[in-house]
DNA sequence: GATTATTTCAAACGTTCGTTTTAAAGTCAA
DNA sequence: TTGACTTTAAAACGAACGTTTGAAATAATC
């Protein structure tokens, strides 16, 4: 076989340019001809290799989801063998989760902030494909966390856990994905952000390690901020009128902590 | 004229229908047929009335943004004038900007979920066109509020505000827009959401006003979560290997907290 | 009611899309 | 070297795309 030689290399050269120009511009705007003369490749390469553009789609992600997944498993795994029959702390059920993918963003060989931000714009993607892809793909470890959670926040309800989990997957995809987002919404005021051109080798470590320590405070403070009262009132807006208290201050109800440890982070 | 006729009932038609299409598709995935035979109007009635398929797009938005960010700055207006020089607190700010738009997802009038939905998956949205677009559009309202939590937070490096409102929009944008991301990972079990194939009035309402309950408590907590500590242990992951320490656990320094006042939420 | 402007309509424009086809080139085992 | 198999290559496929055209229909103005 010549896998070794020029297949693979066709391959990977394609789901290369594939993933950057899909998170460049998206699935749809993302011609066949565009990745096939990017990726220096014959037109009919990619429905050779791989059968379709939607199946390359798949293929581009699951090369990379694949070791990501497993890798959160095995850190799960691992933790709770450590703590062998008492519930994990709320934020190293985090620090594994978003952790394991804020490091794909270092590191280009695991595909670096290329593909975070390709898998934070493809996560709203409405296409009936893509969405039942991502199901099959993160089911087990989506189901996994979500029981750790539990454990670890025995108090709480866990519908409340599970929002909150959509929560947190939203402000991480968000700010990989909507990096000219903040940009263009701030007025390009983040000064230390990493160059959105060239895959910044260096710049593209900087960033997600920057990113990294700054949204995980972020998400553990969501996780465990108080829960909301259920009396809900009513709110009637009229338009430019009354009411502004209501539920944005919270309920008064006990915080969202651990049951038998004081957690390091304090307010 | 035949604007309060006809015409304003056409254009209005297409707007509805492409509201909705874009919503569901994507913007690339909805063609001007599809927009056109769904508001039952002619091919060309798009080109005449707006221009070109970008444009509509547009428009779209601009319909429910103009609403949306003048109630934002009014808003903002008011609990200035009644703070009387004193600076607000974060949860007001919050609740002007969040609330406002939620409120908007309560009523079909002003766009309801449909919008909502457009929005959040739009502001990932790849094109030039509609990043320039929502540039301008946002540029005062984010300006305003960046500087109100810029004053309501005194303490906390300005960086990392504008970090952290990237994060809340992103936790908001994904909570509404992700409305099958959360059922296809979590397995379907938040049994309590709203109808995602009618445009759901009264369902809609009700989704938009939980989210809402459920959403600022987690934004506050986020928002006013403790700062990370800015002596970054470069952690390398070890494909299943050691450290599952450091920044997880954010930094010993003080939360994030208003300056002169304690706060309704505490934890 | 004649005239002007506005809106609707069917048809076609040229392009580009994802995919298929058919043949040539390359690779490896016997 | 032969023969079976895999991979590349150029060309073409029909379909769908956004947009334009020019005439018919409708509404507004005088």
Redesign the interface.
Known sequence: MTDQKNNLATRERILDAAEWLF????Y??TSMRLITRAAAVNLAAVNYHFGSKEALLCEVFRRRLAWINQ?RL??LD??EQEANGSPLKP??I???FF??LL?VG??PALGGMTFLRLL??T?????EFV??F??TE??AV??RY?QALFRALPDVP???I??????????????I??T???R????H????MAGEDEQGDEDGRMFA??L???????????????????D?P??R?A??ASS?????????TA?I?PPNQSE????
Chains 1, 2 share one sequence.
Not at 170 to 175: D, I, T
Request: hydrophobic share 45%; net charge negative.
């Open positions: 998170m460049e511009n998206g749809e705007a890798e095995q850190l691992r933790l934020s190293q985090l620090e594994a952790g394991t490091r270092e590191d934070g714009r996560l709203t993607e409405p296409a969405r039942s991502f199901a993160y089911a989506i189901e979500k866990r519908a409340e599970v929002w909150r989990m959509h929560f947190m997957l939203g402000a991480m995809s968000y700010a994905a909507g000219d987002v903040i263009v919404v701030t007025g005021d983040v000064s230390d390690r920057r990294a320590q700054r949204l995980m405070p972020f998400l553990l403070g969501g996780l465990r901020a108080p829960l909301p009262s259920f809900v009513a709110v807006h338009h430019a502004i208290e209501d539920w944005a201050t919270g309920g008064r915080a902590r390091e982070m304090q307010q």
